[in-house]
């Protein structure tokens, strides 16, 4: 068995001293003297003290970590994100803890309580696909522990949010389509519950009638965001009478299950994909979108973790503005000869 760790009451006991000079001596405090003080910070360096860092940031009224939950850490998207929020953590030397809801609610609920029992100082979240409702969150108010959503946010405005421009990204992308002559264009949207997919169709609806195009409701089509949920809705835009010729995905996933299931049908060159979320990989694959929308994972997470930070060091104020932060998109095209 180990020694036990020195305490201060130790080191006060061998000095004949109070435990709460040893504190103060420790810290500088102008109230020790030197060569009190010296004493003090030798004795403590000879007998290896280490400050009980837990009482100390108890004493603070703060675990200097914050909480990040999101859908799934394997996803590009979010393993940038990441970076981007543990650089700005450590930077005011805060700890960070991630958490995957696997686009679970239930899952969800659980790691916001989960967090909540770890005293988080502030909580970074991309909601999950199912999730509807949001009184998970809202009860931690009442424990000051703020909350900044990012990428996927709730469909109000009275929360801290970063998000891109997806709807004016989904403009930019029908119009690019119809520049290189597509009339029929479908969409292979996300779940309802995503305000994201809700961004997207009136991006959509937007670009259409801009264009003095008559809106089809039947050419936008929703899905999980599974493999199986992909070709269920490609399924759907094949077999309609007004079959598209362009598709806009919900993101490069989803893009990639749709052009793997048209090379399993032969009709992969009959098709111009276009999607969201811009990875690296899809310009090394053949028959890849020939546009996705870049979302700025990284300048979506540093924005958001500098803000939860703000919301963490600023006294909360009664009627304090929500931060409502855009990240502006940028289509990506992959063939520079569209001249795009």
Known sequence: MGSKPTTIKEIARILNISPSSVSRGLHDHPSIGAVTREKIKQLAKSLNYEPNNAAILFQKGKTYTIGVILPELSEHFFSIAISAIEDEALKKNYTVIFAQSHDNYDQEVKLVEKMKMQRVDGLLVSISKDTSKFDHFEKLNAFNIPVVFFDRIPPFKNVHYVACSLESATIEAINYLLKKGHRNIGMINGPTTL????????????????????????LVVNCDLTEKGTIDAADQLLNYKRKPTAIVAFNDYVALFLIKYFKKLNVVNDFDVVSYANLPIISYLDNSPVASVEQHPYLQGQKAANILLDLINSPKQENQAFYNTIVESELIVSDVTDGY
């Open 195 to 218: 305000y994201a997919s809700e961004e997207r169709k009136e991006g959509y609806i937007q670009a259409i009638t801009f264009n003095r195009l008559k809106f089809d409701p039947a």
